[in-house]
């Protein structure tokens, strides 16, 4: 992971972190991936990093019990990985 990676995956735990337990939808986040990169992304490169902090657990997901959209939210581990950072 590069510099830019780490400061966009670093921007979107942020982005999770500050939403607390109610979270985010994925296209909230991907929009934050999109911004923090400074540059126009494209949909792999934010499905990269939206699968990278996925496939380490850095996040996880919840079913809204009205509209069943999915919400995600930063996990523990999360949590630590952007302490690293």
């Known amino acids: 992971m590069d510099a830019l990676d780490r400061h966009v995956i670093k921007t979107a735990l942020k982005t999770l972190q500050a939403a607390g337990g109610t979270g985010v939808k994925k296209a909230a986040l991907l929009s934050q ?12 490169q934010r499905e990269a990093a939206f699968t990278l902090m996925r ?5 996880t997901f919840y079913m809204e019990p009205i509209w069943h959209d ?3 939210t930063i996990t523990e581990r999360g949590m630590t990985a952007l302490e690293g950072m």
Not at 55 to 59: E, K, L, V, Y
């Open 70 to 72: 999915q919400r995600w």
């Open 33 to 44: 991936i999109d911004l923090a990169a400074g540059a126009p992304t494209t949909d792999e």
């Open 55 to 59: 496939d380490r657990g850095w996040i």
